[in-house]
């Protein structure tokens, strides 16, 4: 079965600062998707960024990309000039087809004024 | 384009009473996801439906749960009899259904408490 990590559970970050978060997964399969979905506080859950397994280029949504190393099996989010509504829980996600999501335990990131 | 709609927002029920959840999916979306989010940890997906059909329930405790999406648009998700160990955020999503590898959007969720 696939799974998803995330081993950071918690991290704190400058306004304004660049911050980095760590995603690992495990899979058998050579072609997937990965995902990275924000969820602040109390409010509902939304996607940040999409990666296919096979494309080697690595994904950008402004502020947002990620660093996809597939042999590593890593899939870390890096958030450029942090801002205060960047606040919230961060879920890495894995899916082959069939579009079965297995999540990450989360990071909870906060942005500090 | 209006989003996934979930209610209620909150509920509190006791142990063994039974409760139910309604989630409206995007327009047009034919997969329509449930998941249990415990506190603390990530969506754990319960049944997947495409259109009216069951795709995947491998994760619902059928002895308790149940679920179904009538006429392939809207769904209940139904606890009866609930337990203490069911608290938790109960999140209905939905995708378009045509690649098998489509993106989830996510309703806001029903926070459920058992007391």
């Known amino acids: 079965a696939q799974t998803v990590t995330q081993s950071q559970p918690e991290m704190s970050v400058q306004e304004a600062e660049t911050v980095t978060l760590s995603c690992t997964y495990d899979?058998?399969?050579?072609?997937?998707?990965l995902f990275w979905y924000k969820q602040p506080p109390s409010r509902q859950m939304i996607l940040v960024i999409r990666?296919?397994?096979?494309?080697?280029q690595n994904a950008t949504e402004n502020r947002f990309s990620v660093n996809f190393q597939k042999a590593a099996k890593s899939f870390s989010l890096k958030i450029s000039d942090s801002q205060l509504g960047d606040t919230a829980m961060y879920f890495c996600?894995?899916?082959?087809?069939?579009?079965?999501?297995?999540f990450g335990a989360g990071t909870i990131l906060r942005v500090k004024s | 384009e209006a989003g996934v709609a979930q209610s209620p927002r909150y509920k509190i029920i006791e142990k063994r009473q039974s409760v139910a959840f309604w989630c409206n999916p995007i327009s047009g979306h034919a997969t329509l996801y449930w998941y249990q989010q415990i506190l603390g940890q990530g969506p754990k997906l319960l049944i997947q439906?495409?259109?009216?059909?069951?795709?995947?329930d491998s994760q619902l405790p059928k002895d308790r749960f149940s679920a179904e999406r009538l006429k392939g648009v809207d769904s209940t998700l139904k606890i009866q009899p609930a337990k203490l160990e069911d608290s938790a955020v109960y999140l209905c999503?939905?995708?378009?259904?045509?690649?098998?590898?489509?993106?989830?959007?996510f309703g806001p969720g029903t926070r459920l408490t058992v007391l």
């Open positions: 899979t058998s399969e050579s072609n997937y998707y």
């Open positions: 996600a894995f899916m082959e087809y069939g579009n079965k999501l297995v």
């Open positions: 999503a939905s995708s378009t259904g045509v690649t098998g590898t489509d993106t989830q959007y």
């Open positions: 990666q296919e397994a096979y494309k080697q």
């Open positions: 439906f495409q259109n009216n059909g069951v795709v995947d």
